[in-house]
Structures are given as structure tokens and as C-alpha cells.
């Protein structure tokens, strides 16, 4: 019974936090609003969200996010619980790239686009080759980030699956640096196909940048392993000592 009452409360609470602040959003977008407001709704939505799950998050690696320059955050995915959880805990400005079908989602949809989150249509390769060059020219010049789940969906597995060449061709068409990122305990919490929620603890762990410079689309498979590894190493570290 607490399991679906805990439910019940998150997915009204997402109800009224989608109204308010995807409102918010999209009256910005209507009257030309531009700067951190964006970033602040989806940042407070996701934390909003946390809290009404009843899940604590711990964050691990905060030094390895720069400020001054931008990233690609490439990340393991397992649940829905994994975007709010990097969303509420990415201290800089950022923009998912996700699959076209969530801008269809009624005011959700339109709310993620005002804020301009990145919609790819996966069966038409050109456009959405043109979708990610879009994407790395806007946080080049602002200095953003922009989040990327390469498994392309939710694994059902503790299997990391295939991944998909998007993140890498972004970073290696803009020579920005591609940060590994690893969500962990959200498949106890929200697994692939569940509907009831359970609360429990969630890691999010940030890796060292790495310099996609050194890669070319010759050697593009090799920085995808590259990467893939480090997620796995990030997934499957103990936890981190507490400070005293």
C-alpha cells in the first residue's frame, strides 16, 4: 500500500510541477526570454521530483564538471529516475538530446522544446545529424552541456546495451570534451516497465573529461570503448568513503 500511495503522490506531483513550471517555460519562450531561467525550471522540476520519490541522491565527482567550457555528458540508462537525477544534479547549464516522440507528449512536449532540449528523429539519419550539429554549435557558444543516453533506451539488464554513435560524432565534429556519467540504484527504485515507485538511495557519479582532440571518425570506435569503460568502472566502484 505505501508503495502505491508513494505513486500516486509522485505522478500528481508531476502533474502540478509540469503545469507550473512547464508554464512557466513556455510563457519565457512566447515573450523572447532568454539566459538560466530554463535551466533553473528543469533543474527545480527534477529536484521537485527527487523529493516527492522520497529517493536521496549522493553525487560523486562534481571537480570533473567545468564551468568555462562545454561537455557531453554520456550516461548509463536503467530507468526514468536516471534524467532527473543527472538533471537536478548537473550544476551548469545542460540540454538532453532524447528521442523526437517526447516532444509529442502534451505540454510536456511543448515545455521541452521551449526550453531547448534536442529532439532526434532516429530513422532519418540526416536529420539527426543536423539535430546534433545544431546542438554542438548552441553550447559552444554558450558554454553549456548537453546529455546524452547512447544506449538510445532503458536497459533491462545490468548490461550496459549497444551504443549508438551519436554522442560520439557530436563530440568528434566539435572537439568537446565527452564526460562519463553513471547512474546507480534507480533499477531498484523505477525499473524498465514498472509503474510503482520505490524510494531508495541513488548515486550519481561524474567521471574525468575526456579529450575527444585525440580521436577521429577513423578511430571513433575506439573512443566509444573508450568510454563505454569508464562507465563501467564508474557503475561498478564501491561507494565513496564519507567524509569525516
Not at 575506439?222 to 562507465?231: D, K, P, S
Request: proline share 6%; glycine share 8%.
Amino acid at each position: 500500500m505505501r508503495v502505491i500511495l508513494r505513486t500516486l503522490w509522485l505522478q500528481l506531483n508531476i502533474g502540478v510541477a509540469t503545469a507550473l513550471l512547464g508554464g512557466l517555460v513556455i510563457l519565457a519562450s512566447l515573450i523572447g526570454i532568454k539566459g538560466n531561467l530554463y535551466w533553473w525550471a528543469a533543474r527545480t522540476w527534477s529536484r521537485w521530483l527527487l523529493w516527492t520519490s522520497g529517493c536521496t541522491v549522493t553525487v560523486e565527482g562534481l571537480d570533473n564538471i567545468a564551468q568555462d567550457r562545454p561537455q557531453i555528458f554520456v550516461s548509463n540508462h536503467v530507468s526514468h529516475i536516471d534524467v532527473i537525477a543527472l538533471a537536478a544534479n548537473i550544476p551548469k547549464r545542460f540540454r538532453f538530446v532524447a528521442k523526437k516522440e517526447l516532444g509529442r507528449i502534451p505540454f510536456f512536449g511543448s515545455a521541452w522544446k521551449a526550453a531547448g532540449h534536442i529532439s532526434v528523429d532516429r530513422s532519418d539519419r540526416a536529420s539527426a545529424v543536423a539535430s546534433l550539429d545544431a546542438a554542438g554549435r548552441v553550447i559552444r557558444r554558450d558554454k553549456s552541456s548537453v546529455v546524452i543516453f547512447p544506449e538510445g533506451t532503458r536497459s533491462t539488464t545490468p548490461e550496459m546495451l549497444p551504443f549508438k554513435k551519436g554522442a560520439f560524432m557530436l563530440a568528434l565534429h566539435t572537439g568537446i570534451d565527452i564526460v562519463p556519467a553513471a547512474v546507480l540504484g534507480t533499477r531498484s527504485i523505477l525499473p524498465k516497465g514498472a509503474w510503482r515507485l520505490r524510494s531508495g538511495p541513488v548515486i550519481v557519479r561524474f567521471g574525468a573529461p575526456i579529450d575527444t582532440t585525440h580521436y577521429d571518425e577513423g578511430t571513433r570506435d575506439e573512443l566509444i570503448e573508450v568510454v563505454r569503460a569508464r562507465i563501467e568502472r564508474l557503475r561498478d566502484a564501491p561507494p565513496a568513503a564519507p567524509t569525516p
